[in-house]
């Protein structure tokens, strides 16, 4: 499935680094400029006014910070005269867009009436093979296209997939707001066959178009869109029971307490909305010998902890105005628990990950499920990291609040910081179950 849309594609690795692959309006722009009159109806823009943009950034939940206008007039492929004798990518076909990926076993039944019976619904890996028409002005300069696009999808040092940015509809405008519509991400996505030629150079072209196809999986086979805005809420401590076991807070427990942040959802027509939920705090080191509690610290120099959270969805089912925790219908609950002062976590419900950084350290993200609640002897009702979504159709709310009426981590006392900070976002996933 390939449309005329498909003109884009972009690829980002670990840091959320975007680096373009394929841009059809620098194709269109390098044809006119090389003065190669056979081809005709020629735009800068290729039809797609977003194809003059790119996203110069991406935040560390995926989300495009900032676009800037396209510097058609330097290629990505480099500025040797080889490369000067490149004029860039068509991309004729781009299978497995669709959701062919999607499958459900059959199981025959024997004797009775016969019929069958259904196995459950299994997303596997997404596959994408990919045919480019590559045009140059010699041969050379295709070659070097065709090396240079064999650079592009090499493993990363670390071996770490990368994500991949397509376009799938042109925007409303070019605001920015206008330019995330379409914009799609894949993850864990590695080139799982290299390009190769598929035909000799086009007859008659003077050796300057030549079509190669090469094959991209995607391990993760959904597709997100851009998370919307982030609505942060800075939290104060709040004035805890004295209780030191893990007694889950009540539906009504933080109503008059500033310290639950929540966001409005409106369902996507199409696809799940999911929750992205974002907790920091500043570093705050225990200087005494004890802590809130008396308890003796190990050595000075600790970090205070932020509160154990719970995230969960609300299905507003009666279409009530206002938050109800008590009334309308829960979705999910996730713990965050044991988060260290200083530190950023992001709980990604859109795709059930989770990552966490030292703010004050070396600020790599690192798989943060060892914040994530999964003791279920002090905490029965919480077994562990669970994806919230919002089913389609059906508006709710996303909360983050206290998850004890005590100040503790799963059973254990701790020395809460000041303030800690709640950013929500939200996520639209299509092309998966």
Known sequence: ??????????????WGNPSEVINEARTAYNLRNAGLTEFTNIA??????AYDYEPCSMASDGSVTEWTALNLA????????????????????????????????VYEMAGGHGGARFGAQT???????????????????LNHLFRWLETMFRPTDDGSPMSLWLRETCPSGTTEAALEEGFLRLDDVAMVASPTWIDPPVPDSGCMIRRLSLTLAAGNPCMFAVPSASASSVIA?????ATTGTVEAS???????AVRAYVAVTASEVGLTSPIVTVSSP???????????GI????????????????????????????????????????IQGLPAGYEITVDCSDGSSFVRDLFGDRNWVDGSQFIGRNSVAAPSYQGKRPVTIPPCTNGFVVVEPAFTGSTHLGTSADIVSTWTVAIQTSVRVGCI
């Open 296 to 335: 003796p610290l190990p050595g000075e120099g600790v970090r205070y902890l932020v509160p154990a959270l719970r995230i969960y969805g609300l299905i507003n089912d009666a279409g009530l105005a206002s938050l109800d925790p008590c009334f309308q219908r829960r979705v999910g609950t996730i713990i």
């Open 237 to 241: 401590t709040p004035a805890f029971t």
């Open 123 to 141: 997303s596997k890996q997404r596959v994408m093979a990919m045919n480019l028409v590559l045009i140059g002005t010699s041969e050379r300069g």
């Open 44 to 49: 800068d823009n290729a039809g797609c006014a």
């Open 1 to 14: 499935m390939a449309t005329y849309h498909h003109g884009i594609l972009y690829l980002s690795d670990g």
């Open 251 to 257: 539906c009504a427990e933080w109503n008059d307490v």
């Open 74 to 105: 330097t290629n990505p492929w480099g500025t040797s005269a080889t490369a000067d004798e490149a004029i860039g990518f068509y991309i004729e076909e781009w299978t497995g867009l669709d959701s062919g990926h999607n499958a459900r076993a």
């Open 283 to 293: 570093l705050e080191i225990a200087v005494a010998g004890v802590d809130a509690h």
